[in-house]
């Protein structure tokens, strides 16, 4: 007993304690290779320490560790095996540089964990393997700098000016530490601030382990489990390629402005929320059971990511999914990095929600499952490629869509909703770049304010062309076309066959008669550039006609229309009537000319005088046939007999007027009059007009032949 009192008094000694310090600063450079310094030293009886300005430099003599206080139990040493136990542990003031010389290959910790680790090649060091364990460390005040000396602006250099650390069960190995840290805080000179962190953590030479792990920063918060495997600690610095992760996350809310104040690469996402597992590199992630939101964008499946700091390459395999992704993300998020704007249409999707699987990345995509959007749901397995130029874009595979609003869509007004499924394969999602193939049953599609169900449709559009296949079994249209129809703007081309099984003008919202049914048969061959400028043939056969009180029949009726060097020429022939134009003029310039030609012949009738007519050059015929459905439809009580006969010209501006009309009789109302002979001739502002009538009836009662003459 006597024999420790006097141990002690003797360390308790200034001059033993300077000699106790100088023997551990030796113990750390003869067997470790540190250097390093220790300014005071002080043991109380009761084995407490306390260490004052504890110095460790690096390789370049520069500081790498530095503690202005250093307080701890000591509850022994195992000089076997290089074990230092202590309790209690307080640090106070201290600092801890990483620095990287341009000329070194590493951080100069790094060298200094080889002088720890027992995989050192100094054969000294690893014979001398210093171990810690602690119960408790207490750490305040602690400075922290890792810099890469000449690289500034594209290196992740870390300043934290204040840091403060709560541990149990510490455990330094060599360069390998064990720790279930309780607390810790750092305020950082140019990045975000860690208001809480917590975990059992552990920080080897090939990996990073916290499990139970929170964090919290201003807009960032992290509850779970990860782990980091690595090669090296240098490799730490490539973290996105080199650095594999293994985390379970419980609930995540990532700012994605912090994250990239670490990996300037990722992009701008905004505020992400996550939970589920995550396996693997930053550029090669696979996540299982995943949770995921980005603005009103969210996602829940299984995924795997690849090139995901670099989004013009991204990769994404997503499985058993439901992911919803809205328009307004997309443009805030996803335009800014990828330069490609969505098509006008497609914004009016406004959002779109897929249960099922996406696999491929921004450019090209194979899509599976239910989908849902502002205009409607469905479903598909489709494949799209080159979805990043419209232009260009391709699909193929299979769509059903439920009331989807076409018209929409394509900003038809004419066209309403849809319910259509089939299969489709083409590129292009604009009337000038479409050149689209499908198979389709639709179900039906609103058009003109009426629905028209069950069509099949087996044909393509390219060039603003359709040709193919189209057949119609709706309650009130049937029929079937085949042929091709262009919507070319400038000069349109039709040539087509149609039979029309059955068309109830009424219910379609063509004729106000409640009754009134046609059936026909079409073939078209056609080039149409407007009402003036078309030529080729029209036929219809097979004409029937119901009303409710009459029914009607015709054989056949041909348009047949020629146009070349300002010259017209246009034939109509059927059971109806034959007639024909020929010469200069512009149908829609006809009627306006004949308008003023009788003004001028009727006082009663004064239309609006027009000095801007066209030029014509008009001669006309035609022979009537049969027009009692034309009568009926138009003027009921008209009646004009077979073998009328009308001819003669019309030129203007020089308003010459020609009409010659012969019929066997024309009845209206009780008015009948046989063998009428009518003669109109105008020269500009004079004309003649004839009128021979041989007999004629009113009310059953006949009259002498009629006469009359007039200039």
Request: glycine share 6%; proline share 2%.
């Amino acid at each position: 007993m006597l024999f420790l009192i006097v141990l002690f008094s003797v360390l308790s000694t200034e001059t033993a304690q300077t000699w106790l310090a100088q023997k551990a600063t030796n113990y750390l450079s003869e067997n470790l290779g540190i250097e390093a310094k220790i300014a005071g030293l002080k043991i109380s009886l009761t084995k407490d320490i306390e260490l004052k300005d504890v110095y460790l430099a690096d390789d370049h003599q520069d500081t790498l560790i530095f503690i202005g206080n250093l307080q701890f139990h000591f509850n022994g040493f195992n000089t076997t095996n290089k074990i230092l136990k202590t309790s209690n542990v307080k640090l106070n003031n201290g600092k801890l540089y990483l620095r990287k010389h341009p000329e070194d290959d590493v951080f100069n910790f790094q060298n200094f964990i080889n002088k720890l680790s027992s995989n050192s090649s100094n054969t000294t060091a690893s014979k001398n393997l210093f171990q810690w364990k602690s119960s408790t460390v207490e750490i305040d005040s602690m400075k922290f700098i890792k810099h890469r000396l000449g690289c500034d602006d594209s290196c992740t250099n870390i300043f934290i000016d204040y840091s403060k650390i709560s541990i149990k069960d510490f455990h330094l190995n060599g360069g390998e530490v064990d720790a279930d840290v309780k607390s810790f805080v750092y305020t950082d000179r140019y990045r975000f601030n860690l208001q809480r962190l917590s975990g059992k953590a552990k920080f080897h030479s090939d990996y990073i382990e916290a499990k139970d792990f929170e964090l919290k920063t201003e807009e960032t918060s992290f509850s779970g489990s990860a782990r980091l495997d690595y090669t090296s600690l240098r490799t730490l610095g490539y973290f996105v390629d080199s650095v594999t992760i293994n985390a379970e996350i419980q609930e995540a809310v990532v700012s994605s402005e912090e994250f990239r104040s670490w990996l300037p690469a990722f992009p701008d996402f905004g505020i992400i929320e996550a939970s589920g597992h995550v396996e693997g590199v930053v550029n090669d992630l696979n996540g299982t059971n995943l949770k995921a939101s980005m603005g009103s964008t969210s996602f829940e499946g299984n995924c795997s990511v690849k090139n995901a700091t670099h989004a013009k390459d991204i990769y994404i395999e997503a499985t058993d999914m439901n992911f919803v992704a809205f328009v307004e993300d997309y443009q805030k998020y996803i335009v800014p990095l990828s330069d490609y704007e969505l098509p006008g249409n497609f914004k009016k999707l406004k959002y779109f929600n897929l249960s099922g699987s996406y696999i491929g990345d921004l450019n090209e995509i194979d899509l599976k499952g239910k989908v849902k959007t502002a205009l409607g749901n469905g479903q598909t397995d489709i494949a799209l490629t080159n979805v990043t130029n419209p232009d260009n874009l391709s699909y193929k595979g299979f769509i059903d869509l439920k009331d989807f609003e076409l018209g929409t869509f394509l900003e038809q007004d004419d066209i309403g909703k849809t319910s259509i499924k089939g299969n489709v394969n083409g590129t292009g999602t604009t009337t000038e770049t479409l050149d689209f193939s499908g198979d389709l049953d639709i179900a039906y599609l609103d058009f003109y304010k009426y629905r028209i169900t069950n069509i099949l449709a087996n044909g393509r559009m390219y060039e603003s062309k359709f040709t193919g296949e189209l057949s119609v079994n709706d309650q009130n249209l049937q029929g079937q076309f085949d042929g091709l129809v262009d919507f070319n703007s400038a000069l349109q081309h039709y040539n087509f066959n149609l039979a029309l099984k059955h068309a109830d003008l009424y219910e379609l919202g063509v004729s106000k008669d409640t009754v009134a049914v046609l059936t026909s048969h079409f073939s078209v061959d056609l080039d149409y550039e407007d009402i003036n400028n078309f030529k080729g043939e029209l036929g219809i056969s097979d004409i029937t006609y119901a009303q409710k009180d009459n029914f009607f029949f015709f054989d056949s009726i041909s348009i047949s229309s020629l146009y070349s060097n300002q010259k017209h020429s246009i034939k109509l022939n059927s059971q109806l009537l034959d007639a024909q134009l020929d010469g200069e003029f512009n149908i829609v310039d006809v009627i306006p000319s004949l308008d003023q030609i009788t003004g001028s012949f009727f006082k009663f009738y004064s239309p609006e005088v027009k000095t801007d007519l066209a030029t014509l050059d008009l001669e006309y015929k035609a022979q009537i046939k049969n027009v009692d459905l034309l009568t009926l439809l138009f003027v009921k009580e008209l009646t004009v007999a077979p073998g009328t006969e009308i001819n003669g010209y019309l030129r203007m501006p020089s308003q010459e007027f020609k009409m010659d009309l012969y019929s066997p009789e024309i009845k209206y109302s009780e008015s009948d009059l046989y063998d009428l002979r009518l003669s109109v001739d105008k020269v500009s502002d004079s004309g003649e007009i004839d009128l021979v009538v041989k007999h004629y009836e009113y009310e059953n009662v006949s009259s002498t032949p009629i006469i009359l003459c007039s200039t």
